[in-house]
């Protein structure tokens, strides 16, 4: 079965610098890799995704993340944190795309002035 | 992207009462559906995969009797818990794919915070 971990519960950042989020998941095969952002009371936002093709992958909002099978990581990096980006920041696998997505415990960003 | 709405954001209600909560995609179709439960400092479980027309598959673990879920028509599900206890407390979202392949995206609505009392 395949598995998340998120290793940090909680982050702070000051506003502008970068920010590194760890994923690490265990999945058999190649697996399909999302980061999802949910703000309070919102629903989940996807962020970029991973199914095939070039490791370093580009999303939404400035942000970027690298899929590396040696090290079975997927971290999400933006260069420069904007208040905004505020909230909780979730990694996820699953083996048949959207279908069966099993998602980490989250990682809550907070951005300080 | 596409819209999901959920139905109510949050409801409280009595313990052994049902409650529903309404999952819609507003400017697509969605064929297929997942219903997801988050508590407190844990992550999103899915609890269960429903097709429209088709009964829902529901994960291990995952009551099927006391989590009714219904995809009757293209653009709404619904999930009832019946006979709520505290425990059943949560953070239910759902999100919703229209018809396509693995990759097609599944959008997520905003969630609902159930609290039973």
Redesign the interface.
């Known amino acids: 079965a395949q598995s998340v971990t998120q290793p940090d519960i909680h982050i702070t950042v000051s506003e502008g610098a970068s920010l590194e989020l760890r994923c690490n998941y265990s999945y058999g095969a190649t697996p399909y890799l999302f980061w999802y952002v949910q703000s309070p009371g919102q629903g989940l936002q996807l962020l970029l995704k991973y199914f095939s093709g070039d490791t370093l992958v580009q999303g939404i909002k400035g942000f970027e993340a690298e899929f590396k099978r040696s090290q079975s990581s997927f971290n999400l990096r933006k260069p420069s944190v904007h208040w905004s980006d505020a909230a909780e920041y979730f990694c996820a696998v699953g083996p048949g795309g959207y279908q069966k997505v099993t998602f980490g415990t989250g990682t809550k960003l907070q951005v300080i002035p | 992207?596409a819209v999901?709405s959920?139905h109510p954001?949050w409801v409280i209600c009595k313990s052994g009462t049902s409650v529903k909560i309404e999952c819609r995609s507003l400017d697509f179709q969605a064929t297929?559906m997942?219903w997801y439960r988050q508590f407190p400092?844990?992550?999103?479980?899915?609890m269960a995969?429903s097709n429209e027309g088709s009964k829902a598959t529901y994960e291990q673990g995952v009551e099927k009797d006391k989590f009714l879920i219904n995809h009757a028509s293209l653009t709404l599900s619904t999930l009832t818990v019946t006979s709520a206890h505290p425990e059943d407390s949560s953070f239910y979202?759902c999100?919703a794919?229209r018809q396509g392949?693995?990759?097609?995206?599944?959008f997520?609505?905003?969630?609902t915070r159930l609290t039973v009392v």
Not at chain 2, 41 to 46: E, H, I, P
Not at chain 2, 108 to 111: E, L, P
């Open positions: 992207g999901v959920q954001s297929t997942f400092k844990q992550s999103l479980m899915l995969t979202i999100s794919r392949t693995r990759r097609t995206e599944a997520f609505g905003q969630g």
